[in-house]
């Protein structure tokens, strides 16, 4: 199994309104009536109530109702709002307008044939890109990448995230004033992470800068969540970009360390008697693909930190899972 695919146990997501489903889930009884009663049975009650928006814990004890929100409503997939995305030959160029997040909401996902998607404008943090999609996603195109998510990461500093953030790697330092450039921290691969234990989204962090020279941007985010199946066999990239040699450092210097991402950036290291304050390597990207249906999946991913060069840090790695979620 490649290294940087992410191992990890889903738990289950979405709306689940039938009763039989969520006491599978919890063993505690459902209802879609705000309890306002007083159990018949002695000591602790509980009961999931579902207001049409929230879940929440009601539990009866002490001679009064107690609660809780446990959840959001689940509405997976989107409202496939935005139509099909079908992309046959040529590229699909979608604009991330400067956001932070871009939602967008499909009702089914079709790369094939010689297509590929890009993207423009992220922001300066980096852009986590949802798709949300009521139907199936076939990518199958033979175009390579037919998704290409390098420059799409943080081009200041920490990987934008919507849990944690990778950092940046530190920036070249004289051993007057800094005896090392630190690599950028990384998120690491944890399955524990978020309200509902799936995978971090973030971007990958931007590496360390050299003398006046800034570091190169990380790699982006994509998440993809499916009702429909999910058939993928194309080569996805989420590259770093590589670190650049800076020959105007002093004597001595120590290069930038790596930008962070899934794993820790790498440390620059002094250049000795040579002259040079190189920038790091930044972190590679995320692809997450989760379904309520089937998956097939032969594609490549490659999600790998930038190249430092003879004395700057390499960029972290990024990951990718592609997986099934159930109610069951």
């Known amino acids: 199994m490649d290294e940087n695919q992410l191992q990890i146990s889903i738990t289950p997501v979405g709306n689940p ?15 879609t009536t705000k309890p306002t009663f007083v159990p018949r049975q002695v000591g602790c009650y509980r009961t999931i109530y579902f207001d049409g928006s929230y879940y929440w814990l009601y539990i009866y004890a002490n001679d009064a109702w107690q609660t ?60 986590i890109i949802i798709f949300r999609c009521t139907g199936a996603v076939t990518i199958t195109s033979s175009t390579s990448p037919v998704i290409n998510l390098a420059s799409l990461g943080s081009s200041a500093g920490s990987g934008t995230s919507l849990i ?11 051993t007057l004033g800094q005896l090392t450039s630190l690599g950028g921290i990384g998120v690491g691969n944890t399955s524990s992470i978020g309200e509902f234990n799936t995978p971090p989204l973030y971007c990958g962090a ?10 190169p941007t990380g790699a982006g985010c994509l998440y993809i969540e499916a009702v429909g199946n999910i ?6 990239w989420a590259k770093g970009n590589n670190g650049q040699s800076v020959a105007s450092g002093s004597t001595g210097s120590y290069s930038a360390g790596g930008g962070g991402s899934c794993t820790d950036g790498g440390a620059g290291i002094s250049s000795g008697s040579n002259a040079y304050a190189d920038t790091g390597g930044s972190g590679g990207g995320v692809f997450v693909f989760l379904t309520l249906g089937t998956v097939t999946n032969t594609a490549t ?25 159930s109610f069951l």
Not at 75 to 98: E, F, H, M, Q, Y
Not at 206 to 215: D, E, I, V, W, Y
Not at 301 to 325: D, E, K, R
């Open 68 to 127: 809780q929100k446990i959840g959001v409503k689940g509405n997976w997939g989107g409202t496939g709002s935005d139509g099909a995305l079908s992309v046959s030959s040529g590229t699909t160029t979608i604009d991330l307008g400067s956001n932070q997040v871009v939602i967008k909401n499909y009702s089914s996902i079709s790369i094939t044939g010689t297509g590929s998607l890009a993207f423009i404008n992220p922001h300066a943090n980096g852009t």
């Open 164 to 174: 944690f953030s990778p950092r940046q790697g530190n920036s070249w330092g004289t």
């Open 206 to 215: 931007q590496g360390g800068a050299g003398k006046n020279t800034g570091g």
């Open 231 to 236: 058939n993928v066999s194309s080569t996805f």
């Open 301 to 325: 991913f490659t999600v790998t930190g930038g190249l430092g060069t003879s004395y700057s840090g390499a960029g972290g790695n990024g990951y990718y899972y592609v997986g099934q979620v």
């Open 17 to 31: 309104t039938q009763d039989a489903v969520i006491q599978q889930l919890v063993n505690i009884p459902y209802t």
